[in-house]
């Protein structure tokens, strides 16, 4: 084991005692012991192009669930594109602002699996990844099958586990953590876009779910 009290954080990210996880006593930095033990992915926040293709962080982050969400498809509708499925939603201020009714910088990203289809739609002109955007619609499968476990998104890394399980490896020091005093007030915490909420405190975690939650629909398909 390459930190101390390793079996303490199997136990607060679910991993049961049978898993097989390999061994490393070299020294690591704390995302890389997430990774090791099948919790956590790193990546490059920047794409590097545009308009910005999601698909590969699907197909790497979904391993990290199997069997849940084994049989999980992923389609998207970049800036420019046409929308085949037509899906009804009401145009809100930031499509209407935009170009050509949004479609120039509008996303929409869906994940259909088990008799569902959750999408969400976003404006961005950057090159970057939309990785809460991704992590919301990975969570709302999850939660429809049932387990507690929730992608979470800290910066250029992702961590799996369960809500209070993660939180608690913050608190324990398993994950570096904001100290000190939010530049935020509580109120403006709150205000913070879905997209933009980050895992720098245990309290953080909670509003990224919530607020991923309330940007994806949900509809039954054949």
């Excluded at 005692?17 to 890389?32: C, I, K, L």
């Excluded at 933009?196 to 919530?210: C, I, K, M, N």
Aim: aromatic share 10%.
């Amino acid at each position: 084991m390459a930190i101390q009290n390793e079996r303490r954080l199997r136990e607060l990210l679910q991993i049961s005692s049978g898993a097989s996880v390999p061994d490393d006593n070299r020294p690591e930095y704390w995302d890389e012991t997430f990774m090791r033990l099948g919790r956590g992915y790193g990546f490059d926040p920047e794409a590097g192009e545009y308009p910005v293709d999601h698909e590969d962080l699907f197909r790497d982050l979904l391993p990290l669930v199997s069997p849940l969400l084994n049989g999980a498809r992923f389609t998207q509708v970049l800036p420019g594109e046409g929308d085949v499925e037509q899906e009804a939603r009401a145009l809100g201020p930031a499509d209407a602002a935009d170009e050509d009714g949004g479609l120039n910088s509008r996303y929409t990203l869906r994940l259909r699996h088990g008799g569902r289809r959750y999408s969400v739609t976003f404006h961005d002109i950057s090159d970057y990844y939309n990785i809460n955007a991704v992590l919301a619609l990975l969570n709302a499968a999850l939660e429809a099958c049932g387990t507690s476990l929730r992608f979470f998104g800290f910066g250029d890394v992702v961590i799996l586990g369960p809500l209070q399980g993660v939180q608690q490896a913050m608190r324990e020091g398993f994950i570096p953590g904001f100290e000190g005093e939010s530049i935020f007030e509580d109120w403006e915490m709150e205000e913070l876009d879905a997209w933009s909420e980050s895992g720098d405190t245990p309290e953080s975690l909670v509003r990224q779910l919530a607020k991923g939650r309330d940007r994806v629909r949900i509809s039954l398909v054949v």
